[in-house]
């Protein structure tokens, strides 16, 4: 039995389903039972649903797992709090096998997201479990935000220059590559960076959406400040603003820029590329 912490979300989901396919039996620990039906359809054959700081909740997820993949909420606050519960519980239970969800260079401490992360592998480190660490960068799906003012207006909007480069990722593969490790042996105490695309400007990626909608797409980068207050709009925490308002001018000053040489030998095959990405979501938004 291999459990996915954090399955109610969109990379919860994602790993499920891969597993689902590669006839891993998984276990989906969520925080509401509302998610239930959607993650039996996509291969959980257990749903547990808790909250990652109650132990006895933990303890229920854990009990009889052969392996965990653990994903926190994005941009959480509790990432190193929930980790090390986490620790606790899977060692405990005698678990003897985690898999962590971390981040590309998690190494960068203005980014305090990142920071949290690589603070998790250094408890991971010294945890005694047998350990892999996958380093996702961007998810192209990030800029399915903007596709209905692509589609509308051919803009691209981002809260960084459009000259700012970043490598992305298609959160299919990086589900893919999770489910290969964790049903396949050889991948103990090994960190690797899954990126799917060299450094791309945000002109490129825009250029690349025009061609998959069959029409003038342009980048436009938009004011922190402006972002905040459209963030503000939509409900946005304080904490997750102000993380996120410091990813943007870090990745305006260098950009997030990964290699996809590792991801493509963990999949045998090369990754999406950003263009069959967007081809596919063309075909299937049309």
């Known amino acids: 039995m291999i459990l996915v912490t954090g399955a109610g979300g969109k990379t919860g989901k994602a790993v499920v389903k891969a597993l689902g396919a590669r006839g891993a039996p998984v276990r989906a620990f969520v925080r509401s039972l509302a998610h239930g039906a959607d993650l039996n359809t996509m291969g959980a054959s257990e749903i547990v649903a808790g909250e990652m700081d109650d132990p006895d909740a933990l303890l229920r997820a854990v009990r009889g797992a052969e392996a965990i993949y653990h994903i926190c909420a994005n941009v959480s606050p509790h990432e190193i709090a929930f980790a090390k519960a986490l620790i606790t519980a899977a060692t405990n239970a005698g678990v003897p096998r ?17 920071w949290n992360k690589l603070r998790v592998e250094e408890m991971l480190l010294s945890s005694g479990l047998d350990i892999t660490i996958l380093q996702p960068t961007a998810y192209m799906q990030n800029s399915l935000a903007e596709w209905d003012r692509m589609v509308v207006r051919g803009i691209y909007r981002v809260p960084y220059p459009v000259e700012t480069r970043l490598s992305l990722v298609d959160l299919d593969d990086v589900a893919e590559a999770a489910a290969i ?14 990126a799917g695309t060299p450094p791309l400007s945000q002109i490129e990626i825009a250029e690349t959406f025009g061609r998959a909608l069959n029409k003038a797409v342009r980048a436009e980068a938009e004011g922190v400040e402006t972002w905040d207050k459209r963030a503000r709009c939509m409900g946005i925490a304080d904490y997750q603003r102000e993380t996120l308002i410091k990813m943007f001018r870090a990745y305006a000053r260098n950009g997030l820029r990964g290699n996809p040489n590792v991801l493509g030998w963990l999949l045998g095959r090369p990754p999406t590329s950003l263009a069959a990405f967007a081809s596919r979501t063309a075909s299937t938004q049309a």
């Not at 969800?101 to 980014?111: C, G, K, R």
């Not at 490790?181 to 899954?194: C, D, I, K, M, Q």
């Open 181 to 194: 490790v964790l049903t396949n042996r050889g991948h103990s105490s090994a960190t690797y960076e899954l």
């Open 98 to 114: 985690l898999v962590y969800h971390s981040v590309l260079h998690p190494q960068i401490e203005a980014m305090p997201h990142h």
